[in-house]
């Protein structure tokens, strides 16, 4: 396959030429005034698609345990139980969600369980947004389904415009995505 050399422009035999443009951009970010996140007390929001904190939902889970089947080490540890209630008039068997723990200290975050779930909306998803996850004990991380339902540990975080602003900065470019709150 023949492919055609794009043609060159008169100044693109001054090679001097390319370099006074990367110079030119370098003294123009040179003189723009810096925002710096100073963490923990800023924090920048996480992409949409960032994987951290696992929320689970009781009240959508349909104790199905495919989540289970699908994570590839086996950390989601579900057990479910057959209760008689009465629905509609009639006694019916229906399943109860027992027990719903996930190791999360040996997580990959792969998000094969949030993808393999069949619900809609997901019974358990990973994108919350939050990342901080260290602890001081590993028995801290693993989870069961009330730590993994009711956790409040999602610290507040500032656009970068916001901190900025907070600095008197106000010509700060915006960062792209923002936090997931589902
Ligand atoms: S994200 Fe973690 S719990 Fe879910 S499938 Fe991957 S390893 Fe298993
Ligand atoms: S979280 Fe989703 S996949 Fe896992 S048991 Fe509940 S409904 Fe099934």
Redesign the pocket.
Known sequence: MLVEAPKTKWTDRFLLLDLLTGLRTTWRELWRKKVTVEYPENRLPTSDNF?GM?RFSYERCIACKI?AM???????YIDVGEETREVDGKKKKIKVLNRYD?D?K?????????E?CPTKPKS?W?TTGTYELASYDRNELYMNMQQLEYWEGRPEYSTLEEIAAEQGITEAKALPGKGDSK
């Open positions: 994987r696992f989540c699908a994570c590839p080490i086996e950390i989601i996930i999360v040996r997580c990959m975050f792969c998000s094969l369980c949030e393999a358990i990973l």
